[in-house]
């Protein structure tokens, strides 16, 4: 009983104490009017890569069918035009003009250029004229078949070739003729680059067909 006494005292000893627990307060200790929340960095995206346009394909001379050593239409330059196994010079057509030959659509072409007033042809190239007076290519008057087209008339004007006009029949023996055939048959134009028919009805031949590597004896080459 007495110890039982003696620890309640206790007890109530330390209540006693626990309640009189005192915690001073911090005046230096003060709290801000706002608070700033400070927001994070925005994320860059990566930036997309620069569009690079394509390059068009070059097309290189293996590529290529026909070859001209001269560079192309040149009268002032012997050149050598080559397509697959054939080869054609230049040279030159009467005394003023030149058998210019070039590459057109991969294929050869040929021209008959008038060299000019006072030029001459030589060696395949134009060339001035050694002669004092003004050289010249014709005599007024005389005619011709065109040397480009078959189915033209030149005529010479002042010493100098012009077209007089058309010949819907072609042209032969410098005059325009009237009919070209009377029976079937086939025949090579007048470069010799393509098989030309006889039309009966009309009695006009007419474009059949390209011949690559030239034409002979009315048909192509190699056929």
């Not at 608070?35 to 994320?43: L, S």
Request: hydrophobic share 30%; glycine share 8%.
């Amino acid at each position: 009983m007495k110890k039982s006494l003696i620890l309640m005292f206790l007890s109530l000893i330390t209540l006693a104490a626990c309640s009189n627990i005192f915690v001073p307060e911090d005046k230096n200790i003060s709290l801000p009017d706002t608070i700033t929340i400070e927001e994070p960095a925005p994320i860059e995206e990566p930036a997309e890569p620069p569009l690079v346009a394509e390059e068009e394909p070059i097309v290189g001379l293996a590529s290529q069918k026909c070859f001209d050593t001269d560079g192309g239409v040149n009268i002032y330059v012997a050149g050598t035009v080559t397509e697959n196994n054939l080869k054609n010079t230049d040279s030159c057509e009467g005394l003023s003009s030149v058998n210019e030959y070039s590459c057109s659509d991969g294929h050869i072409k040929r021209q008959v250029i008038s060299c000019g007033l006072n030029k001459e042809c030589q060696n395949s190239v134009c060339v001035q004229s050694s002669s004092t007076t003004a050289f010249k290519d014709c005599t007024s008057g005389t005619t011709r078949c065109d040397l480009q087209d078959a189915l033209y008339l030149d005529t010479c004007v002042d010493g100098m070739w012009k077209r007089a006009g058309r010949c819907p029949a072609g042209c032969a023996n410098n005059e325009c003729v009237t009919q070209q055939c009377y029976a079937p048959g086939t025949r090579c134009n007048y470069d010799g680059t393509a098989v030309e028919t006889c039309n009966v009805a009309t009695g006009l031949f007419k474009f059949e067909k390209t011949c690559r590597f030239g034409c002979s004896n009315g048909k192509c080459n190699y056929d």
